[in-house]
Each structure stands twice: as C-alpha cells, then as structure tokens.
C-alpha cells in the first residue's frame, strides 16, 4: 500500500474515532497541504496525490456491507430493532439494528443505517426505508423473527405504522 493511501486511511480512522463528520477530511487535506507548501515547498506535490477521505470512507463503508451481508447470508434468524428520532434542525433519523443467529449458534447484533429522512415520517416512508435495507443486505423476510421498536407513533400504529405494513406485507 502506498504512502498516499496509508495517509488517507489514518485520517479517515481518526475522524471516525472521534465521531467528527467526514467532511472534515477534506478540511484536514487542505490544511496538510497549505501546512506542507509553508514548511517544505518542494515537497507539497506529495500531497496533492492523497486520496479524498471521503472516498476512502466510501471503501471503508462498502467493506463493512459486504462483511454484513456475507455472515447475513448465514441467519437462521434475525430480529429488527428500529429507533426513530429528530435532531436539532428537525431531521428524522431512523436507526436500524439488526441482530441475527446463525445455525452454529454464532449470536451476531450491527446497527445496519442510520437513515435520514428528509420530510414525512409516516408508516409508509420508514417501511420503505428499513426494506431498503433489508434489500441491500439480501436479508429474507421469512427470517424475521421480531421488530422491536421505540414506541414511536409511525412505527406502532395499528392501522398504517411501520409495524401494519410489515403485518400485511407477511
């Protein structure tokens, strides 16, 4: 592996560590590169060939799906566990964590997403949301052992929530 690409995974791990977005990276290459054209003129050439952070936190996040869906593949059975909440700027946030069993008894728990949803959060919009999920995972619904939710309105309602899309979907 290259110097370049050592770089861009070290601050692409150390933004994650620290929970910072990854747009930060592309602030801290900046800020290399104007630090190195002070100290090292000759050498900031170097820097202008490290990868975006933001496309190594793609890779990174491609990896980790691919891992998820291969010891997926493998669930006897699983259980959804779906948390919905806003923010400060009153963005919907849907968590969605997915635990499974495997047939050696290989107990496996992952928050899968979190999605933001821009706009409604009805029933309809979070079934969506969390079977986009399941499709991306290759996850089967037959599978589905349980969902448990927060107790959010949206997602407990018993005529259109989340869960009675689920219930008529079966």
Same mark, same amino acid.
């Given at each position: 592996?290259?110097?370049?690409?050592?770089?861009?995974?070290?601050?692409?791990?150390?933004?994650?560590?620290?929970?910072?977005?990854?747009?930060?990276?592309?602030?801290?290459?900046?800020?290399?590169?104007?630090?190195?054209?002070?100290?090292?003129?000759?050498?900031?050439?170097?820097?202008?060939?490290?990868?975006?952070?933001?496309?190594?936190?793609?890779?990174?996040?491609?990896?980790?799906?691919?891992?998820?869906?291969?010891?997926?593949?493998?669930?006897?059975?699983?259980?959804?566990?779906?948390?919905?909440?806003?923010?400060?700027?009153?963005?919907?946030?849907?968590?969605?964590?997915?635990?499974?069993?495997?047939?050696?008894?290989?107990? !496996?728990?992952? /928050?899968?997403?979190?999605? %933001?949803?821009?706009? $409604? *959060?009805? +029933?309809?919009?979070?079934?969506?949301?969390? #079977?986009?999920?399941?499709? !991306?995972?290759? /996850?089967?619904?037959?599978? %589905?052992?349980?969902? $448990? *939710?927060? +107790?959010?309105?949206?997602?407990?309602?018993? #005529?259109?929530?989340?869960?009675?899309?689920?219930?008529?979907?079966?």
């Amino acid at each position: 592996m290259s110097a370049h690409a050592k770089i861009s995974y070290l601050i692409s791990h150390k933004i994650a560590r620290n929970s910072k977005p990854f747009p930060d990276g592309e602030c801290i290459k900046e800020c290399s590169f104007d630090s190195a054209e002070l100290i090292r003129p000759e050498k900031k050439e170097a820097f202008e060939n490290v990868p975006t952070v933001t496309r190594r936190s793609g890779e990174i996040a491609r990896i980790l799906e691919l891992q998820l869906q291969n010891r997926a593949f493998n669930f006897v059975l699983l259980s959804l566990d779906l948390n919905e909440s806003c923010d400060v700027r009153d963005t919907a946030r849907l968590l969605i964590l997915v635990r499974g069993i495997t047939t050696n008894f290989e107990i !496996m728990e992952e /928050l899968e997403a979190m999605q %933001l949803i821009k706009g $409604t *959060t009805i +029933g309809n919009d979070l079934f969506t949301e969390v #079977n986009a999920c399941l499709d !991306m995972l290759g /996850l089967k619904r037959d599978k %589905l052992a349980g969902v $448990t *939710t927060d +107790g959010c309105p949206n997602l407990m309602g018993k #005529n259109v929530g989340f869960l009675k899309r689920m219930q008529d979907r079966n």
